[in-house]
């Protein structure tokens, strides 16, 4: 389990109508260093949220940035920050994870965003610039007024950022023209709403980019599986079984079992919690295994099996 | 001599000198038979040309190179500098006797002529090949037998 550190909230500037910038640091204690790309887990009281860091790591002086939208129902997490929590206030985090790094080896990085999926890139950007790096963003807000950062971004990146200011079917196709015509040395990250990262993924498989190219930022597991039902688990190297029920992972099911499983991003995302499945069917629901990989392996945070699998844990 | 894989592939350029053209369009023939585009470049005359050849590929692409080891070796590098991965690089060898594998024991490069077992000319230590190549070595580690 992470540690925790409390950090103070220093300033909260409203971005757009809908988007705060929340600045935290510690008086006590000196917080982690982290990579482009990271994220930081909130303590909310409606359990834990990840945010991306918006700062440059390579000037971090003891304090995280991010930048909420004020999202869905009231009793969010992105509410609660809107609405509770002002300068002065405490929250805790944990330490920034980062699942979504960059490619050193990369000769130019293409980002494509939309809407708040914007974040990551914003301490990507920072970094690379000051590293003398190449790259370029290709940004869909849904409108100007709504796309936070503008006038910074356009400022610190003037030759840089491509702005997709349009409607739906005209940036489409403008994006499957940028994407097409990617050059060998490229990577490309991706971050936004589900559909345009989807989009983006499965446009550059359609032009046959080799998928370690391809860099998506997921909050949420790629897919959800809807009405989970409760299936049986046989823990072949601990001569164990656990009942998974419907609402519950097996992750939970072997923490509670006392079978000790490490595990990190519980989305699907980081790969930590994954294990051998020996026998039985399973429904994948991670953004990390590869298909090849999902014959015998899954991952314990999100997939589940169907009515009786064998697994195998390290 | 092992086979061009080109699986995750959709764009090949090959380099070639004279002496291997008909190869290199045999072997152009058979890619673009299976849907893959196909360039045949014959070897540059300078580094920048190669090097305004290979960046201007599509992403996603990958290199064969038929030529003699020195030139082939230029291509290659400029090929990795410019961003192909090492499984994106294709060296054609004629044969396969001039596989090298390095001793991890001694450092001096074997000349093998196959994955089997050697032993070392200058330690004579009996060495198994892995499959790690050194593109600067332009040798595969080959690690002691024990036993």
Redo the contacts between chains.
Sequence with gaps: MDDFYEVKVRKVEQLTADIKRYTFISERTELPSFGAGSHITLHLPMGNRQYSLINNPLDMENEYVIAVKKIGQQEGGSSYLHEKINEGDVVKVSPPHNYFPLRL????HVFFAAGIGITPFLSMMAYLKSLGESFELHYAPSSEDDCPFYNEMNEMYPNQIIYYFMARDSKKKKLKETLKN?????H?YTCGPQSFMDFIVDYCRE???????IHEERFKPAKVIENPQPFEVTIENKKKKVLVQEDQSLLDALHKAEIPLAFACRRGICGTCEVKVCNGEVLHNDAFLTDDEKRDKMLACVSRGIDHISIAVD | MTEFRID????VVIFTTQSYLSQANDSARKQTKVGHKCEVVIMPNTIDEARQI????????GVLIYGEEDSSQVIEHLALS????KHEIWINKSSVDNMRGFCSQCHLINEISSFEFFECENCHIKLQPSNHYSTYHRAYLAYPVIN
């Design positions: 080896e990369a000769k130019h990617l050059k060998v040395g490229a490309i032009l046959g980019y080799p998928k370690k190219y | 995750n592939i959709s764009h290979l960046t201007r590929q599509p992403l996603g692409s410019a961003g192909f991965s």
